[in-house]
Each structure stands twice: as C-alpha cells, then as structure tokens.
C-alpha cells in the first residue's frame, strides 16, 4: 500500500462509516479492486482509519462528550456490550469471514431487510425524537441489532439504525445514536488491533500512511455526517435499500 491507495480507501472509509451501506464491505470490495492484500497490516490500517471517521463525531457533538450526558452514554454503553461480547469470542471467526461473496450477499440481504422495515415504518406514528430520551431497553435492542455488523456487508450503522427504528426510535435518532453507539465500538477494535499489530503498524514505512489515511478519513467523516442528517430530513432509508442490492448483485456477477 503507497500513499495513494492510503488517501482512496480513507475517502471511501469517511463516506460510507456513517451510512447504512457497510463500510467494511466497501474496504474489502476496494482493496480487491486495487490489487490491495487482505493482510493483518491492511486490516488494521482500515480499522485505524475507522476510528478516525468516528473521531469526526466528537467535533460535529461536542456539547454530547461532557459530564452532563452521563445518562446518555451509560445507554451507548449498554448497547455497545452485546457486540464487545460476542466480536471478543468470536473475532477469528470474523475475520475469517471477510471474503467478496459474503460481503455481497449480505449487501443484498440488507437491502431487502431496509426495503422491508420502510414499507412497515409510521413516520406519523409517536417515536422517541431525541437521544436523550431513548430507554434502557430500546439501548439493549439496538446492541442487540448491532451484532449483525459483525458479518463483513451487514453495516454497522445500518444493523443500529434499524435496531433503533424497530426499537420506536424516528430515523434521526436511529441515526444519531448510531453515530454515538460507533465511538466505543471503534476505540475498542482499534486499541484491539493496535494491541495485535502495533509493531507492523507503527514500523517507520507505515507511519506516512497512517498519517494521511487518518487525516483524510476525518475530514470526510465530518462532512459527510453533516450531509446525511441533511438527507434524512427529506428522505427515507429506501434509497439505501436499493443501492445495496444493485450493488451485491454487482459484485456476485463481477466475482
């Protein structure tokens, strides 16, 4: 990996982590087309990246990172625990798991599942409208809902966003609380890989890499969170929906 290939997947990386389109998915579909190994090295640079994308959370809610908000984040905490649990045990398995056919498949299976929650969705209908007033219990279903993302193509903010509308949360909070939900869930896959492969990762070679992906990837990440809640002011998740299956049925004939 040169300095190019590093500043295209942290562009692709700051589009698609806070969309419901996987943004795992996209990395492995990018790496292939770029020639790009499925190394331990390349996969923790992507979680890297990644957690640059979320960093650009803290600076679009920086009032939500205060003391004031323990409430809050005890919630995120709850829900973040069924995905630490079960990425911890069963990580190898995951990881063994990331492959072209798999991610497409689950593209597709996705896009049916957003297809299908939208046809059923009340906009009209009472949900909770804020962050600050989502349940234990819609926390524990929407933690529930992100294990899916485990599955390389499911999506995380894709699996907590309809854990969240099916939880009777609107698609703004869904949304907002996928993007708070993805700062524990990404510090701990970076401190886990960075653990793992600290000495490949930080050797003088990578280092430039690093740098530019991270840069890239949070300024991306920024505006791109900042158009999204734009969109979801006019739009529904259909647009998605579709978007993932073309896009799985895409990669199924091209591989």
Request: proline content about 2%; aromatic content about 16%.
């Amino acid at each position: 990996m040169d300095v190019f290939d590093s500043a295209i997947l942290a562009v692709i990386e700051g589009i698609t982590e806070f969309l419901p389109i996987s943004s795992t998915g996209h990395l492995i579909v990018a790496s292939e087309f770029m020639g790009l190994e499925q190394t331990n090295v390349n996969k923790a640079y992507e979680v890297i990246i990644q957690f640059a994308a979320i960093l650009a959370v803290i600076l679009n809610y920086p009032s939500k990172f205060t003391f004031a908000h323990v409430n809050l984040w005890t919630k995120v905490f709850i829900a973040f625990l069924p995905i630490a649990a079960i990425g911890f045990i069963f990580s190898d398995y995951v990881k063994a798991m990331f492959s072209i056919q798999i991610v497409a498949w689950m593209f597709i299976i996705g896009g049916v599942v957003f297809l299908i929650v939208e046809k059923y969705y009340k906009e009209t209908e009472r949900h909770t409208n804020d962050v600050e007033d989502v349940s234990y219990k819609q926390s524990l279903y929407i933690g529930l809902a992100q294990i899916f993302a485990l599955i390389p193509g499911t999506s995380r903010a894709g699996s907590s966003i309809i854990g969240g509308m099916l939880a009777g949360l609107s698609r703004k909070t869904s949304t907002e609380f996928s993007f708070l939900l993805a700062f524990p869930v990404m510090c701990a896959t970076t401190a886990y890989d960075l653990l793992k492969h600290y000495n490949e990762l930080l050797h003088p070679d990578n280092l430039m890499n690093l740098a530019v992906g991270f840069v890239v990837a949070f300024i991306v990440a920024f505006l791109t969170i900042k158009l999204f809640l734009k969109f979801l002011e006019n739009f529904t998740f259909v647009a998605f929906g579709i978007y993932r299956i073309i896009f799985g049925v895409f990669l199924l004939l091209v591989f």
